[in-house]
T-cell receptor, first 112, second 112 residues
Framework: DGGITQSPKYLFRKEGQNVTLSCEQNLNHDAMYWYRQDPGQGLRLIYYSQIVNDFQKGDIAEGYSVSREKKESFPLTVTSAQKNPTAFYLC???????????FGPGTRLLVL | GESVGLHLPTLSVQEGDNSIINCAYSNSASDYFIWYKQESGKGPQFIIDIRSNMDKRQGQRVTVLLNKTVKHLSLQIAATQPGDSAVYFCAESYTGGFKTIFGAGTRLFVKA
């Protein structure tokens, strides 16, 4: 079964805590992306990676960090510097930068 | 696509009727367009795409129309079913660009 998986489905963060969201794909896609979705708004790009060991900031990278050590994995860390982290986080991948993006099921992050 | 704040436009249709969902895109240089369907609490699902060298493309029960003159995209769903209830949003990108722009979406309600 090919696809994109995200875990966990729900994540709770305490004040001052860093949390990491997992994203794995077995589609052999080169490019991977992280988006944030808030109610009633379009997806906003946090970070993207076009190739292993390389990633670029998107529109709202402050308070987030990523790594791309393996082609199939692109974890996102929400740091304590992100003051409003409550949102639905979506990971996507595409064959190339200009190709169709396919999405994972999402992780909902809530602050305790 | 543009953010419409907390309240998405809503379209309510009777089961069996045809649905038309509209999208105004923002960049006249955009040459690739995608429609996604997103059910509550899930990741977006690819429906259909179209490139700017076409003005119409058909899939299974869905048709996308592109009017580049007025920067307008529409998604037509034939014989709408209760399972079609979701948020639908369009996305645009252009050759050589580094990111895809996503609209906030339209919520489709299908009445049985």
């Amino acid at each position: 079964d090919g696809g994109i998986t995200q875990s966990p489905k729900y994540l709770f963060r305490k004040e001052g805590q860093n949390v990491t969201l997992s994203c794995e794909q077995n589609l052999n896609h080169d490019a991977m992306y992280w988006y944030r979705q808030d109610p009633g708004q379009g997806l906003r790009l946090i970070y993207y990676s076009q190739i292993v060991n390389d990633f670029q900031k998107g529109d709202i990278a402050e308070g987030y960090s990523v790594s791309r050590e393996k082609k199939e994995s692109f974890p996102l860390t929400v740091t304590s510097a992100q003051k409003n982290p409550t949102a639905f986080y979506l990971c996507a991948s595409s064959q190339g930068r200009e190709e169709t993006q396919y999405f994972g099921p999402g992780t909902r992050l809530l602050v305790l | 696509g543009e953010s419409v704040g907390l309240h998405l436009p809503t379209l309510s249709v009777q089961e069996g009727d045809n649905s038309i969902i509209n999208c105004a895109y923002s960049n006249s240089a955009s040459d690739y367009f995608i429609w996604y369907k997103q059910e509550s609490g899930k990741g977006p699902q690819f429906i259909i795409d179209i490139r700017s060298n076409m003005d119409k493309r058909q899939g299974q029960r869905v048709t996308v129309l592109l009017n580049k003159t007025v920067k307008h995209l529409s998604l037509q769903i034939a014989a709408t079913q209760p399972g079609d209830s979701a948020v639908y949003f369009c996305a645009e990108s252009y050759t050589g660009g580094f990111k895809t722009i996503f609209g906030a979406g339209t919520r489709l309600f299908v009445k049985a």
